[in-house]
């Protein structure tokens, strides 16, 4: 059973910094893209970053310039760094194993994501 277990979640500062981990089990994880997805309980869940198996990524405008994905293939694991933290970044951030990764698979998540991981809930203070 393919398992997204994410970590690095927590209490943040307005303008500092957080990293986000996804490892993934039992996922063919290098030729697999993965996705970050958060969700407040005033929005639906939608798209901040995804990245293909070669490394390629794509980010929705907000996340631009201030988050950067990447992904270790050895490790099995995807870091999200969050830069510039906003109060608005409050939420819970969802990792995914999707589709392929492109802008437009960011903004339909339940249509773009195969697996998804449990959560993990980032906190920015302002």
């Known amino acids: 059973q393919v398992q997204l277990t994410e970590s690095g979640g927590g209490l943040g500062q307005a303008g500092g910094s957080l990293r986000l981990s996804c490892t993934a089990s039992?996922?063919?994880?290098?030729?697999?893209?993965m996705g970050w997805f958060r969700q407040t309980p005033e929005k639906e869940r939608d798209g901040v970053s995804c990245?293909?198996?070669?490394?390629?990524?794509a980010y929705t405008d907000p996340f631009y310039r201030r988050f950067t994905l990447s992904r270790d293939n050895a490790k099995k694991t995807t870091y999200l760094q969050m830069h510039s933290l906003k109060p608005e970044d409050t939420a819970i951030y969802y990792c995914?194993?999707?589709?392929?990764?492109?802008?437009?698979?960011?903004?339909?998540?339940?249509?773009?994501?195969?697996?998804w991981g449990q959560g993990t809930q980032v906190t920015v203070s302002s």
């Open positions: 990245i293909s198996p070669y490394g390629g990524t």
């Open positions: 039992v996922l063919p994880f290098e030729s697999s893209a």
């Open positions: 995914a194993a999707i589709v392929a990764c492109a802008e437009h698979f960011l903004k339909d998540p339940w249509r773009t994501f195969r697996h």
